[in-house]
Structure formats: structure tokens, C-alpha cells
């Protein structure tokens, strides 16, 4: 058997080693919102508009400033094509495993896998960026309460070394020290990150509930600062409008993609929604046009409120209300903030177990990690295994590397599904459909080059990150998951 050969299509197991269905159309609108609305409007919305310049000058990527909304409009456009791709192959191919799985039964086995090890990049590595973003807003929110934690233990190694702030910076020389390195990480985020694992330890529909919650509450608060910010901004503010011109619209859409990509997560939860076929495409494209709508708004507010130059942070929403002189306002959203960062954490910690399951279901992964837990019917293991990785990395990592590495990797696996969906339309156009992608051609085809387009937008130093990985990728593959593939062996034990 070849590495091209794909997957036969067929519905999500039920039963004995399936999982509970159990979520409609409503929760997956919800878990859309849950995990769209979060750390890209709250986080990396700061560097997507002031650009981002190391502590040598050298800058590493141009900010859009005010057309930040332009860039968010812009990334609408191009994740709504991709989104009509994953309706339809959402609803044709119920499983668990989303691009993973779309691309085994469309374009075979060996983009399977290259698919399935960059979405590890989206979800693993995208929760490190959301945990170290959450770790700024709660730092934040103590300091209203007169509670200053000592910057060794809220600053990643890697973060404080790629800061170009003095402050930051000089913390290398005043951190404790161990062995002669200096002890820089970033407790709050680990301390976030193994609370949502062990919530999800718990099971999907509690997950989903404490979902729901935080979802009002970030509706709330950013619906406070739109309100309040709206009442204070200087139309000076938005003059120069697009200071770097279409570069810095580019290289702002590239960054803050990390904003749209959560209705990837809505996908794989497949084989938990009930009606699959309907509740899956209403989900997808629901949640990521109501999520653009508030993302355009926020980010015209943001922008009119303080010179775009100032929202370089790690809390942009805050600070901007905060440099306004709003404090109260700006404490308030700091707190809704901390919500909000805490549901887009349980979302990306509930898509990559199921990245897992569903790989390991095939053989490309050892068998523990497509166990089910007997009660709650969920992988718990991968679920205690992302936990424990995405926690380690948010003690030390820092958070504008993590954006890029999680925004190729998803638009990598974007692309393809867009690929995917107009070679099954010419494989097998007989096919039932629940839902069908209009203007296959057209909508595909530029779905895909709108993906590659935005991923050129990023710096030289995420492609070279990303070769590394799809090498160490290759490796894994043909070492493992090449001789132990449940399509090439014909096992089926579990």
C-alpha cells in the first residue's frame, strides 16, 4: 500500500469506543465564540497594530495601525472560505481528528500525518501563547488589588530574552539564580493551564458548561469596551491610517490570524455533536461570522482610542483604557479578560486530545492514546499528556514566537483542507453531501492561496521553525506511524 492511499469514509463510531454525543448546534456556536474570542483580540492584537521590533531595532514585522480593522476583515474573508471547506467535509466525514481526518480521506495517509503534526502547532503550542497572554491579564488584574508579583516568576526565559523592554530585559541579571542560569518562569500560566486540564479531566458536557459561562462573560466585557471606549476616541488616533501601507496590513493579518483559528476546534468535536450533518456546518460558519463582527468593532475602538503605537502589550484592551486614564474600565476588562483567556485554554486543550485520539485510533500514534476512559468516555490520557506539555512550555516560552509557530501551522492545514475538498468533488462527485461548498473552483482554490498568501506575512524565523518541525514530523512518521498504520496493517485492536 502506497503513502497516498486514503481512508475510507465512514460515520463516527457509536457505542462501545465511540464517544457521547452530546453537544447541538448551540454549544458548538459556543465553543466557537469560547475559543475565537480570546487571545487574539485580547493579546496579540497589541502587535499585530504597533508591529514588533527587537530589543537591537531590528523590526520583525511592520504593525498595521489603525487598518488593523482592514486586517481583520481581511482574515474574515480568507478564514470564511476556508470555514465553507470545513462545512463540507465536516458533514461528510463526522469524526473526530478535523483537518486530520478530512485529509486521510481525501488526499491519503502521508498528508494525513503532515496535516495531524501541524495541528499540534495550533493546539499545543497555540495554548502556550494564550496561557502566557492570560498570565499578562491576571498579572494585570493583581496589581488592582496592590499585588505585584515578582517579575521572576511572571516572565518566561525566552520571553524576557526576545523582550525589548529594559525593564524586562533586566531581569536576567536580577533573577535568582540556579547553577549559574538565571530562574525565569512564569507561574500563572502554568498554574491556568493544569486548572483547565484538570476540568477537562472531568468530562465534555461539564467542559461545555463552564464554557457557556465564560462565553457571557467575555460578551460582557468587551461589549464595556466598546461601550466606554467608544465614548473617548480621537479621531487624531486614526491618522496616519495605515502607516506601513499594505506591508503592515499583511504582517498585522498574519500575526493576529492567531484570532480566527478556534472554529478549527468546533470540528473536532464530531463524534460528541449530536446531528452532525446539520449542527456541525451551522457551528462553524455561525461562530466565525459573529466572531469577525466583534473583532472589527473591538479593533476600531482599540485603535481610536490611544495611538496605535501604545497597544504593543501583552494586555492591549486594558492598557488602552488604562493609558485613557479609564482604570476602572481598564480593571474590569482585565478581569473579563482573565474569563475569556481561560475558555479559549479549555477549547485548544479539548481539540488536541482528540488530534491524538483520533491519530492514534489510526496507528500513526501508540495505542494509549486512543483509550477512552471508561465513565466520561473522553481520552483522558492525552488529555493529562497535553496538559503537562502545554504547561511546562508556558513557563518559558515566549508568546510572539508561539503566535507565529501556531498561525503556519494552522494555515498550512487550512490550505489543504481546502485542496481536500476539490479533489473528493472530483474523486467521488456522486457523494451525498449535507452541506456543499458553492463555487467549488473558485472558493477552494482561493481558500488555499489566501492561506499561503497570509503565511507569507510571517518571519523567515517561523518557516525555518516550521521546516524543523515537519522534518522532526517526517521522522516520527516513518520510524512509527508508517509501520504501524491500522490502513497498511489491517489491525483493527484498540
Known amino acids: 500500500m502506497g503513502l497516498f492511499d486514503r481512508k475510507p469514509i465512514v460515520t463516527a463510531e457509536d457505542g462501545e469506543h465511540g464517544m457521547r454525543r452530546t453537544l447541538g448546534a448551540g454549544d458548538l456556536v459556543m465553543l466557537a465564540i469560547g475559543a475565537v474570542i480570546g487571545a ?4 496579540s492584537l497589541g502587535t499585530a497594530a504597533a508591529g514588533e521590533t527587537l530589543a537591537d531595532g531590528t523590526v520583525v514585522r511592520y504593525g498595521a495601525g489603525p487598518a488593523l480593522v ?7 474573508a480568507v478564514c470564511g472560505l476556508a470555514a465553507l471547506c470545513y462545512a463540507e467535509l465536516a458533514s461528510m466525514i463526522p469524526q473526530a481528528g478535523s483537518a486530520y481526518a478530512y485529509s486521510y480521506a481525501t488526499l491519503g495517509e502521508i498528508v494525513a500525518w503532515i496535516v495531524g503534526w501541524a495541528l499540534i502547532l495550533e493546539y499545543a503550542v497555540g495554548n502556550v501563547a494564550v496561557a502566557i497572554g492570560w498570565a499578562g491579564y491576571f498579572n494585570s488584574l493583581l496589581s488592582g488589588f496592590g499585588i505585584d508579583l515578582p517579575g521572576w516568576m511572571t516572565h518566561g526565559y525566552w520571553n524576557v530574552k526576545a523582550s525589548a523592554d529594559p525593564a524586562v530585559r533586566a531581569l536576567l541579571d536580577t533573577a535568582p539564580r540556579i547553577a549559574g542560569m538565571p530562574v525565569l518562569i512564569n507561574l500563572p500560566a502554568f498554574g491556568i493551564v493544569a486548572a483547565i486540564t484538570a476540568l477537562l479531566m472531568q468530562g465534555v458536557k461539564e467542559s461545555t458548561r463552564a464554557n457557556n459561562i465564560m462565553v457571557i462573560i467575555k460578551l460582557i466585557v468587551l461589549g464595556l469596551f466598546v461601550i466606554v471606549g467608544a465614548l473617548h476616541i480621537d479621531p487624531a488616533n486614526y491618522k496616519p491610517f495605515a502607516p506601513n501601507g499594505f506591508t503592515g496590513i499583511h504582517q498585522g493579518a498574519a500575526i493576529v490570524f492567531f484570532a480566527y483559528i478556534g472554529f478549527d ?9 449530536k446531528d452532525p450533518q446539520r449542527n456541525l456546518p451551522r457551528g462553524i460558519l455561525g461562530g466565525l461570522a459573529i466572531c469577525t463582527l466583534i473583532y472589527v468593532v473591538v479593533g476600531f475602538v482599540a485603535t481610536g482610542l490611544v495611538p496605535y503605537q501604545q497597544l504593543r502589550s501583552s494586555d492591549p484592551l486594558a492598557k488602552a483604557l488604562s493609558l485613557a486614564g479609564l482604570d476602572t474600565a481598564s480593571w474590569i476588562v482585565a478581569a473579563g479578560a482573565v474569563v475569556s483567556m481561560s475558555a479559549v485554554l479549555l477549547v485548544f486543550q479539548y481539540g488536541q486530545p482528540r488530534i491524538f485520539y483520533a491519530m492514534a485510533r489510526d496507528g500513526l500514534l501508540p495505542k494509549f492514546a486512543a483509550k477512552l476512559d471508561p465513565k466520561t468516555r473522553t ?13 511546562l512550555g508556558s513557563l518559558l516560552a515566549d508568546d510572539a514566537a508561539t503566535y507565529d509557530l501556531t498561525n503556519i501551522g494552522t494555515l498550512a492545514a487550512f ?4 485542496i481536500g475538498v476539490l479533489v473528493l468533488r472530483i474523486r467521488e462527485p456522486d457523494r451525498p453531501r449535507p452541506f456543499r461548498v458553492p463555487f467549488v473552483w473558485g472558493v477552494t482554490l482561493m481558500g488555499a492561496s489566501a492561506c499561503v498568501f497570509i503565511m507569507k506575512g510571517l518571519p523567515v524565523s517561523a518557516w525555518i521553525a516550521f521546516g524543523v518541525w515537519m522534518a522532526i514530523g517526517l521522522g516520527v512518521y516513518f520510524i512509527y506511524g508508517y ?4 490502513l497498511r496493517t489491517g489491525a483493527t485492536d484498540r
Open 40 to 43: 487574539g483580540i485580547f493579546s
Open 70 to 76: 482592514l486586517s481583520f476583515v481581511l482574515l474574515g
Open 265 to 273: 476546534a468546533i470540528s473536532t468535536a464530531a463524534e460528541e455533536t
Open 379 to 391: 481520552p483522558k490520557v492525552t488529555t493529562l499528556i497535553t496538559g503537562v506539555l502545554v504547561a
Open 415 to 418: 490550505s489543504v483542507v481546502c
Open 483 to 486: 509501520r504501524n498504520s491500522v
